[in-house]
Each structure stands twice: as structure tokens, then as C-alpha cells.
């Protein structure tokens, strides 16, 4: 009867001090021989997964121990195990208790050597459908204490803050064994016992300030205490942001101080609680709020902090909701940066379990943006001469032979001089923005002002950049507008359907994640902030835009069926154009890229103002690659061919992060001759490529399109495999492989060295669509005298005789300039014709089209003579200025004969009254 009385006063006190956290335990705090252990599981917190549950529902406990050795979830059940000895009791609505007893005995626990640190829970329903779990589904975890006297304190609050509607409290202090117990507050003591293991006091806080809560437990000669500092917040008041307009995140002032500023319309009171004084909620940091347009900013000035030390802080919104700050430029991660390598970010701080859990901390640090640029100014080539290489950091780089999505920036900069012979000017990253976990595209960012950690430090990003900018490489950032995480702090703050910067149900009919509220003022204020912000503290030069269909306005969308979706929509027009005007200001000449994929109406309007729009030609190179006929057609590589689009205004490719590899299509269904064969699949591939690269306007190639990677990239579903893939840099060492990689640094090369033949004012024919399979597909490029031939046999298994109008009858005004690997093409300028073998392309020029096989230190080309000497390029003779061009295609600098220009290591193209030769610089 007694047992039963106190058990029941246990429950009580349980549920009174349990209501702000997932688990309390009884006895507080547990330690290894702690005995009749109880643990009450709290449904209605964390996660809520199993709130309102009844007593009709069975719910177990997934549970398993943390040791002193550093085993994780030991002796943890097989999931889904309903034994009776998880099953727990229920008390009362959204409260249940679990019976452990001997913690050892319970769970096992036979090794001497070894102690019990931690109780791990995930709570469930019998068939595993419901959980319940941490804030942001983590994991439950109850500490155990070291054995001898130990106290724990608590309180029925949901932290430290205290509030005019929770300024009565109820403190429970606990002790490991019988005690004289003390409680105080600002050195008062409000509450004893003695000889006890339990003491509960209720205290009424009687206005603003901050409060050290005590607690002391005295054994004989032993003594144990717990110190807790809570705050009674005054409220947020309302003050103009120095300066006038707020700027959200933190900001460096000219003093030394730092004001940090939080946008949360419709909040009442915000406080910064930073790792300056221990992460304790302190009324010092209330914040001040301003209004503007409807919108509330909240803002405080922090002074005295280290220019160089990496400051923690998160924001306490409303008293209740901890969230991190959307404009951090750098977050820890609570659950997942612990599993990152140390040698991938140096210096990284640990996340402080001790004093915050379940939040990503936001990172302020003065010194962030200190990086020393090499090259300050950097201007791209033409949006019409871009070669983008898309790379995923992820799985550009790492173990070889493995899939396990370590690849790092520092290895992506090992392979700069890859790229740089490859010819590409440009580089595609997938976002790189804080997304969620430590293995992903990036598609599912949580913080858009912050490189996320697994690829590298801000520093490491900020060196890649600059690398590829000495080597005439713009860098150009994926943007997710469309969506985000779950643990963006404006998601975090609202609840759903009363969340303004989210819409409950998206309109148009591509979501996946989170869909943003694109006509909240406060949206489109981030939007045009992160833009300036990776312009200018990165250096990016320009942009692609994730999902642009789900960038219009929530009413331009009849409803959220695909046909909605596709249809023209002139918000989305006028949100980019905004967005453009944005990127505008900061660099004139950056690159914007939509992945739009919308009608020709919708993306000329785009294009008219110098935007750039993707086009998908996948499906058309699959259908070539394995060697059929029926959609193939690869006219649309040629803007003006693909629905009558703006000269210049795409952005086409084979392959993309989204699409499947050609050559996994090949070795699965291809053609009997092509289908596992190396050779004649990177032939055609090699073909394929020739028809893209050829054609006027900008290209993409996704990563190792280049080698013939021929990895799988789709679920069963048809949906994106995101998984890590294979890194598999030896497959450059096959010779097909290479041969086809050489064909593509041979057709960039023509590109990057040739480009009046690619400009508006070139008289260009593509025949490169389904009728043209018989008789061969060709591209002519012709600007004046200088032509250019490229010929493609699609047949998998005969050569191919081609008729080519060419100006001259003489072979002599003719060279060939690039072939597909291992073929022996050929050519007859008197009988207009040129023959190639199956799967095969060949490229001829008239003699002054450049190639970069033409390249020597010390040449002449007609009147025009030229040397390179000690990094310096010298015209001894020339008919007229000598204009100097980078194997980029941008213009270098201009000379006269006898003058010498100073230029980095490279390739270079000198054009003179028609005279064009090409030198390099060592």
C-alpha cells in the first residue's frame, strides 16, 4: 500500500514537471544502481508523433543504452519488437510510463569494464507506423550520472525563461541518496528538506531580471549542487535599427559591435542567446523591435566580441520556440556534424550538448569573409560561348573505387587543371547552401546563407573559386527558391497553415519539401540578400534557378495540376526579371540561368533581358547514344530550332544531375552492336557530343559525361537516385574512355578558339534530326571565308558516305580538326564529300579555323609572327593590332608589332587582318 501511494505521488510530480520535456525519469537524476527505475514518456512533446493516443493503442518502447566504451544503442532490440518487457502503461491522455528497474539487468549489461551512460528511446506503436520521438524526430536520450551523491535540478518550464503568464514555478530537485536539500534563489533559500531524496517548491518570480536557481544536497561529508540561470524577460520594445533600414543577420559595425537582427512578423518577443555568457537567456539580450511595412524586425547590439573566435547563438522567439538565425553564415549541426571527418573542417567547434539540444546553432565570426582574393575582378565569357561543367562536390572526389559521397573542395581543386584542359569556362556547383544531414544533392537547404560542412570550411569554397577564376573558369550557383527543409528557423516558428512565409499546400503541382510563400515580402527580402551575399562574400559569378515553375505568385496557378503548372505565367516573368535585377547590381555581366522548362512564350519574354533557359535534350541523346532513330532529333541543341526561342537564350545538354547517363542506357537497351560494347558506345557518344558542343549557344555537360560514366542515376520509380555514386577516375585510363574525353577538350577547343564561327552574325545549318539518320547529320558554320564542316554517321554497323557542300574544291583549303577516337575519316572538297565511319563524327575546317592541336610556343601564321618569352607574349611582325584571345574564347589584351603583353601560363589565339595563330605561354 505504501509503494502504491508513492508511486502515485511519483506520477503526479511527473506529470506536472514532465510537460516540457519528452522523458522524466524516476528516480532524478538515474545513475548504473539506481533501482526501480520508471520512465515516463510524455506524448504530447517532441515530435507529438503519439499524441492522443489512448489507452487502446499499444505503444512500445525502442530503447538501448549508450556505454562508457563509446557503443551507441547497445543490446537494442531487433525494430518492431513487441516483447512485453517494452510495452508501456498508460496513466493518463499523452502520458505512459516503461518499468525498467535494473538498469543493468534490463538491458544486459554484463561487462564490469564498461558503464551505462546514456538510456536511448524511440517510442512507437505496435505496427511501427507512429513514432514518437525528440524536437526534429532525433532521438531520445537520458543521461546517467556518475555514482556518489549527485542532485539533478528541474522545473515545470520548458527552459530557463520565465514569462508574467509562467512566473509561478515548480522546482523538483532530486538527489542520488538520502540528503539535507537546499533550494535558493539569488542566494534566498525558498525551500529544505532533510533526510530526503526529493525535494518540490513552488516560487513566484516577481519581475524582470535575471535569477541564479540553486540547488544543494549535503551527505556527511558529501555535497552535490546544480546551478541554473533563469531569466524573467522584460519585453521586446520597440526602437529604430541603428542606421535606419534593418538588416537581418549579424552585422559588423564600425566599432567593434555587432547588431544581429531577426525578421519574425507577427512575434511578440525574441531573445539572442549566445555562447558569450554561457548560452544563458538573459534579459541584457532582449531584443528591440522595428516595423516596416508591415513586416517586425527584432535587433540587438552584442559588444566585446573576439573579431576571430566562432561565436554560437540561436534565437528564443515568444519564450517558447529556439530556432537559429536564417541569415547565418555558418551552422553547427546538432545530430549530424559530429560524423563529419575532422580533416574536411579543421577547427570546427563541437556542438554544446552540455548547454543546448535539438537546435542548429547559427556561427558568427567576425573574421568569416577575411579571405585574401587573388583575382578581385573577374570577368566570362559570352552567356552565349558558356561550356558549364556541372559538378557535385559530393561525388567528384573521394575514395576511389567506393560510394560514400566524401568528396571534398580540396579534392575538386586537385582536379582544377582536369577541367582547365577539358576547355569548359564555367562550373556549375550544386547548392552548397546548409542542407539537411551530411549526404545529399543539396536540393533540401535549411540555411541559404551558410557553405554547408561536409565539403569543406568558407574558406576552402572560396579558394576553389578563386582557382578557377586564374584559370578562366566563372563558378555559377545552384539556387533552390523553390523549397526548403524543415528546419529553416521560419519554418520552425510558425505553425502550419498560420505560416506566412510558407503555403500549406502548394499551388503548382512540383512540390516536394517545404514550398515557400513567393509573395511574402519578407521571401523575396531573403531572395534578393542571398543573391548579393554569395556575389559578393564568394565571388559567384552568376546562377541557376532550381524549379522556376514554382516561382509564381500563389494566384497566377488555375490549380496545382501539371497543366497549370506548365501553362504561361507572366509572375513568374516578373519575379525573375526582379531577381535579375538583383544580381544586376552587384555584376552586370553575371550569368542567370532557369530551369524553367516552360513554353517558348514564357522563356523568350525571359531571354529578352538576357536571361538563360535549360533545355533538355536527354531524351533525344538517349534515343542516338543506343542507336535508334525515333526521337532522336537533335536540332533542338540549336535555340531557334527548339520552338523558335531567342538565338543564344539556352542552356541544352545531354546529360544533367536529373537525367539518366547515356551510356547506362546504351549498355541496357542499346542496339545489339552497341549494347556492352565500349568502342562504338563512346563513339557515338562522342557523336552526341559533337551535335551539342557545335551548335551556337551555351552547353552543359554533367559530370564524367566526358569519360562515358555509365552509372545508373534513377530509382525503380523512374525518380532520382540521390545516393553517393561510385568514384571512378580510373575509368579515365581506359582507352575508349579517354579517346572520348580528348574528342570533347578537341570540341570545346574549336569552341573556345573559333568563336566567330558560334556568334549571332554566323551563317549556321543544323540537320541533325530524325530524317537525317540515313544519310548522315551535319552542322556548317560559316562566318566569311572561314568554314566549318561537322559530319555525324549515326548507323551503328555501316560507314557513311555524307554529301558536304564545301566552298572550295580543293582539299589543300581543308583540314580535319577533330575525330572520333580510333576512326579514320575522310574527305573529298572536289567531290563534296566526306565518309565516315559507324557510330563516327569528323570535324573539318578551312586552314585558318584553330584547333588545339595547332598550339606551339613560336609560330607564324601569313604577315602575323609571334613568340611567347618568360610569360610575356611578343609580336615581332604583324599586318595590323594584333588581338589576343585566352583559350577561353575572352580577349586578353591587344598589341602592336614589337610590343610584348604580359599573361598567365596558357593558351592563347592571336587574330590580325585575318591571320590567326596560336601560341602558349609556360
Not at 556518475?146 to 538527489?175: H, I, M, R, W
Not at 514550398?515 to 551575399?533: H, I, K, T
Not at 543506343?626 to 531567342?646: C, I, Q, V
Amino acid at each position: 500500500m505504501v509503494k502504491t501511494y508513492v508511486m502515485a505521488l511519483l506520477m503526479v510530480v511527473a506529470s506536472v514537471l514532465g510537460v516540457h520535456a519528452q522523458v522524466s525519469t524516476e528516480p532524478s537524476p538515474l545513475q548504473e544502481d539506481s533501482q526501480d527505475v520508471t520512465i515516463f514518456f510524455h506524448a504530447d512533446q517532441g515530435n507529438k508523433g503519439l499524441q492522443g493516443v489512448g489507452p487502446e493503442t499499444k505503444v512500445y518502447a525502442h530503447t538501448g543504452v549508450g556505454l562508457s566504451n563509446g557503443g551507441q544503442w547497445v543490446n537494442a532490440p531487433s525494430w518492431g519488437d513487441n516483447s512485453p518487457k517494452y510495452e508501456l502503461q498508460y496513466v493518463s491522455t499523452n502520458l505512459w510510463k516503461l518499468y525498467i528497474g535494473d538498469i543493468r539487468e534490463y538491458y544486459g549489461i554484463t561487462d564490469p569494464a564498461v558503464n551505462v551512460t546514456k538510456l536511448a528511446f524511440v517510442f512507437r506503436s505496435a505496427d511501427c507506423k507512429k513514432e514518437g520521438k525528440g524536437e526534429g524526430n532525433t532521438d531520445i536520450f537520458v543521461d546517467v550520472v556518475d555514482a556518489g551523491l549527485q542532485v539533478a535540478l528541474e522545473s515545470n518550464l520548458p527552459g530557463t525563461l520565465v514569462t508574467p503568464s509562467t512566473a509561478k514555478v515548480t522546482f523538483k530537485v532530486g538527489a542520488t541518496k538520502e540528503s539535507d536539500i537546499t533550494l535558493s534563489i539569488n542566494g534566498e533559500v525558498i525551500g529544505e528538506a532533510l533526510s530526503a531524496k526529493t525535494l518540490v517548491q513552488e516560487y513566484t518570480f516577481s519581475g524582470p531580471g535575471n535569477y541564479e536557481v540553486k540547488a544543494v544536497a549535503k551527505a556527511g561529508d558529501d555535497k552535490a549542487e546544480s546551478v541554473e540561470m533563469y531569466c524573467y524577460a522584460s519585453d521586446s520594445q520597440q526602437a529604430g535599427y541603428p542606421g535606419g533600414t534593418p538588416k537581418m543577420g549579424p552585422v559588423k559595425n564600425s566599432d567593434g559591435s555587432v547588431t544581429f537582427c531577426l525578421g519574425a512578423p507577427g512575434k511578440s518577443s525574441v531573445i539572442l542567446v549566445g555562447e558569450w555568457n554561457g548560452y544563458q537567456v538573459s534579459n541584457e539580450h532582449v531584443m528591440n523591435y522595428t516595423d516596416v511595412d508591415g513586416m517586425r524586425y527584432f535587433w540587438v547590439t552584442v559588444k566585446g566580441l573576439d573579431n576571430d573566435r566562432m561565436y554560437g547563438y540561436y534565437f528564443l522567439v515568444d519564450g517558447s520556440k529556439k530556432v537559429g538565425d536564417p541569415y547565418a553564415r555558418l551552422v553547427l549541426d546538432p545530430w549530424n556534424d559530429k560524423y563529419l571527418a575532422t580533416d574536411v573542417f579543421p577547427g570546427l567547434p563541437q556542438y554544446p550538448d552540455d548547454k543546448i539540444q535539438n537546435v542548429p546553432l547559427a556561427i558568427y565570426q567576425g573574421s568569416i569573409n577575411d579571405y585574401d582574393w587573388k583575382v578581385e575582378n573577374f570577368k566570362g565569357v559570352d552567356s552565349s560561348d558558356l561550356i558549364i561543367y556541372e559538378l557535385l562536390f559530393r561525388d567528384f572526389t573521394g575514395t576511389e573505387g567506393k560510394a560514400l559521397g566524401d568528396g571534398t573542395v580540396r579534392g575538386a581543386i586537385e582536379k582544377i587543371p582536369y577541367l582547365k584542359k577539358l576547355g569548359v569556362n564555367a562550373i556549375e556547383l550544386l547548392p552548397i547552401m546548409e542542407f539537411n544531414g551530411n549526404i545529399s544533392w543539396g536540393y533540401n537547404p535549411n540555411f541559404y546563407f551558410a557553405p554547408d560542412k561536409a565539403y569543406g570550411t568558407p574558406d576552402d569554397y572560396k579558394e576553389f573559386i578563386d582557382i578557377c577564376h586564374q584559370n578562366g573558369m566563372a563558378v555559377i550557383l545552384d539556387m533552390v527558391f523553390n523549397q526548403s527543409d524543415g528546419l529553416h528557423p521560419w519554418y520552425q516558428m510558425y505553425q502550419p497553415g498560420e505560416n506566412p512565409f510558407y503555403n500549406l499546400d502548394a499551388p503548382h503541382a512540383y512540390s516536394v519539401l517545404n514550398d515557400w510563400n513567393q509573395g511574402y515580402p519578407m521571401v523575396q527580402e531573403q531572395w534578393a540578400d542571398v543573391l548579393r551575399y554569395w556575389m559578393t562574400e564568394y565571388k559567384f559569378d552568376g546562377f541557376r534557378f532550381d524549379l522556376v515553375k514554382g516561382l509564381g505568385d500563389n494566384d497566377s496557378y488555375a490549380n496545382s495540376g501539371d497543366n497549370a503548372t506548365n501553362s504561361y505565367n507572366a509572375s513568374r516573368v516578373a519575379r525573375m526579371r526582379e531577381l535579375q535585377k538583383v544580381v544586376e547590381e552587384i555584376n552586370p555581366n553575371a550569368y542567370f540561368i532557369n530551369e524553367n522548362l516552360a513554353g517558348s512564350k514564357e522563356e523568350n519574354e525571359m531571354a529578352a533581358t538576357g536571361q538563360l533557359n535549360w533545355a533538355n535534350i536527354n531524351n533525344a541523346g538517349c534515343q542516338f547514344a543506343m542507336g535508334y532513330s525515333s526521337e532522336s532529333d537533335m536540332n533542338r541543341f540549336y535555340a531557334p530550332k527548339d520552338g523558335g526561342r531567342l538565338w543564344g537564350s539556352t542552356v541544352s545538354y545531354l546529360e544533367s544531375h536529373d537525367e539518366q547517363r547515356l551510356a547506362y542506357k546504351q549498355n541496357q537497351w542499346g542496339e545489339a552492336e552497341i549494347k556492352g560494347k565500349l568502342e562504338p558506345s563512346m563513339a557515338r557518344l562522342g557523336s552526341a557530343a559533337a551535335q551539342m558542343i557545335l551548335a551556337p549557344g551555351a552547353h552543359m555537360i554533367w559530370q564524367f559525361s566526358e569519360i562515358g560514366n555509365s552509372q545508373n542515376t534513377k530509382n525503380s520509380d523512374g525518380g532520382n537516385n540521390t545516393d553517393p555514386k561510385i568514384v571512378n577516375w580510373a575509368q579515365f585510363e581506359e582507352a575508349p574512355c579517354k579517346g572520348l574525353y580528348d574528342s570533347y577538350c578537341e570540341l570545346i577547343g574549336i569552341r573556345n578558339l573559333n568563336r566567330e564561327l558560334f556568334a549571332e552574325d554566323a551563317t549556321f545549318e543544323i540537320n541533325c534530326g530524325t530524317s537525317s539518320w540515313a544519310n548522315g547529320r551535319t552542322l556548317v558554320s560559316k562566318n566569311g571565308s572561314t568554314e566549318l564542316y561537322t559530319v555525324v554517321n549515326p548507323n551503328v554497323d555501316n560507314q557513311l558516305t555524307v554529301m558536304v557542300n564545301f566552298d572550295k574544291s580543293d582539299n589543300s583549303f581543308y583540314h580535319i580538326l577533330s575525330k572520333s577516337y580510333g576512326s579514320e575519316p575522310s574527305f573529298s572538297a572536289s567531290s563534296k564529300t566526306v565518309t565516315v565511319p559507324a557510330n563516327c563524327y569528323v570535324v573539318i575546317g578551312s586552314m585558318d579555323v584553330s584547333s588545339v592541336e595547332s598550339v606551339s610556343d613560336g609560330i607564324f601564321s601569313g604577315l602575323l609572327r609571334a613568340y611567347s618569352v618568360a610569360g610575356e607574349i611578343m609580336v615581332d611582325s604583324s599586318p595590323s593590332r594584333v588581338v589576343v584571345y585566352g583559350a577561353d574564347g575572352r580577349m586578353a589584351g591587344s598589341l602592336e608589332e614589337g610590343e610584348r603583353l604580359a599573361v598567365s601560363p596558357g593558351v592563347y589565339v592571336l587574330r590580325a587582318a585575318g591571320d590567326t595563330l596560336k601560341i602558349v605561354v609556360r
